[in-house]
């Protein structure tokens, strides 16, 4: 990192009660890009650290949650760093689009309002606010009432107990899953146990849609729920067989599973739903695209799309996508895509978002090819189950969590590769579900991938 300040990075060296943190986080929101402030780093760049990054990390969320209106909920990131062997604070911002944000203490006035000018924050003058006040966009899930209203949240529960979060009985309004009048909203509706909003997923034998394999409905279920399935299933489809090698077939993965899972949130997340249409996933024999409704965010460029300039649709649901590490800091994901797929990749209508991901050579898609076989002793895994096993020979006791992330796998991607090798014997498990571990039984099996 070049510790410089920048018109999208502010340095601060403590969070104290006399630090406006709030002043400089709304500045941010009414940006056109957002940015990043460092607590831990002085103004000229010198890593000073902090003390207590916890508690401070608790101390700035709690202000900017509290102090700040609108709501910038889902709008803002909160991590700690390691930067020369010192702890520091990150706080990502993205731009906001009920612009003019301002500090609860001082109202929509010239103390209160804020915007980024250079490297510094300055007040805004009245015509300025009244200006963005006149043009807020209210066009938000949150205002949108849920076409159901009996609702109930088990598996949204699960998400948050499996990640050490506890929903208490205010939930849905520290969520902001309540209209204004306290009815249950959209976004309530698309977490809900029960919906009709699912996740489509098509899979055709060619390279057009003529001839369909395969056609699966991810939903009518908490969309968490329906996100984990087709990143499932994507990471299953990765593993189709492109390589003859003698004596066995040997997968090659056909996308960047990183990448692929980014790709997926994002069409999730920042869909548009308003007018109840889902995202679509289709693989074809050549290719894979992804379709989004709802055209780039008003004000954002394609520049400033590409280049990670954070700009969330459905803020609300980011929020608890960020609450449930299914995305990983704001802006920070769309780089990563643009690196692996190239812009040339994104097709952009009046109406949707389409990403269309080439593999290198066209296939026919075959089900009933036999899988690869890289482990000794007859069982028989495909390249990720072995990638598993390599991982876990090395590190023998990590937990499911840990051996997604560090893999790159969505949690029903880490269940099903593991119970495969469950299934195959060469994995036993140890501890509970929650916090279990798994290792390789090196004694009956040894671990060597067949050169190709």
């Known amino acids: 990192m070049n510790l410089v300040e920048t018109h999208r990075i502010e340095f601060k060296q403590k969070l104290t009660k006399e630090l406006e943190i709030e002043r400089e986080v709304v500045s941010f ?10 607590i831990g780093i002085a103004d000229d760049g010198t890593v000073i650290g902090v003390e207590d990054a916890d508690g401070d990390t608790l101390k700035a969320k709690d202000r900017i949650l509290k102090n700040i209106l609108p709501s910038p909920l889902g709008l803002f990131d909160i991590q700690i760093e390691d930067m020369e062997e010192k702890r520091v604070i990150m706080i990502s911002i ?24 250079g490297t510094a924050c300055q007040p805004m003058n009245r015509d300025m606010i009244e200006d963005l006040f006149s043009h807020r966009v209210r066009r938000s899930l949150r205002n ?47 977490l809900a146990d029960n919906n009709s909003m699912p996740l489509k997923l098509a899979k055709y034998a060619g390279t057009d849609r003529t001839e369909l394999i395969a056609s699966t409905d991810y939903g009518f279920c908490s ?17 189709i067989r492109t390589e003859k090698t003698y004596p066995y077939r040997v997968n090659k993965p056909m996308w960047n599973t990183k990448a692929m899972r980014e790709i997926v949130i994002n069409a999730i997340v920042h869909n548009d739903y308003f007018n109840e249409v889902p995202p679509k996933f289709e693989i074809f024999s050549d290719r894979v695209e992804i379709t989004s409704a709802g055209r780039l965010p008003e004000g954002l460029s394609k520049e400033e799309f590409f280049s990670g300039v954070s700009n969330p649709r459905n803020k609300e649901l980011m929020r608890i996508f960020c609450d449930l590490d299914m995305v990983e800091a704001l802006g920070s994901g769309m780089p990563l895509i643009v690196r692996t797929i190239g812009k040339e990749s994104f097709v952009f209508m009046d109406n949707y978002i389409r990403i269309v ?16 076989k890289n482990v000794e002793h007859g069982v028989k895994v495909s390249e990720v189950q072995y990638k598993i096993l390599k991982t876990l020979q090395n590190e023998p006791k990590m ?4 051996l997604g992330s560090m893999l790159g796998l969505s949690r029903s991607g880490i269940k099903y590769n593991i119970s495969k090798l469950q299934e195959n ?5 140890k501890g509970s579900d929650k916090n279990g571990s798994w290792f390789v039984l090196i004694s009956n099996f040894s671990i060597k991938k067949k050169d190709k």
């Open 29 to 38: 929101l009414n940006s056109r890009e957002g940015g990043r402030i460092y």
């Open 94 to 117: 993205a731009t906001g689009s009920e612009k003019p944000y301002y500090w609860k203490k001082y109202g929509m006035t010239e103390q209160g309002c804020h915007i980024r000018v």
């Open 144 to 190: 949108v009432p849920s076409p159901m209203q009996d609702l109930t949240f088990r598996q949204l529960k699960i998400y948050y107990d499996e990640h050490g979060h506890n929903l208490n009985e205010n939930f849905m309004k520290s969520l902001q899953l309540l209209t204004d009048d306290g009815k249950p909203n959209y976004i309530a509706f698309l």
């Open 223 to 239: 969309i968490l729920k329906a996100t984990d399935s087709v990143l499932g299933r994507m990471d299953i489809e990765n593993e």
């Open 357 to 372: 991901i080439k593999f290198d050579e066209a296939i026919t898609i075959d089900d009933n090819q036999p899988k690869a």
């Open 399 to 402: 937990t499911l969590v840990e």
């Open 425 to 429: 014997g060469v994995l036993k498990r």
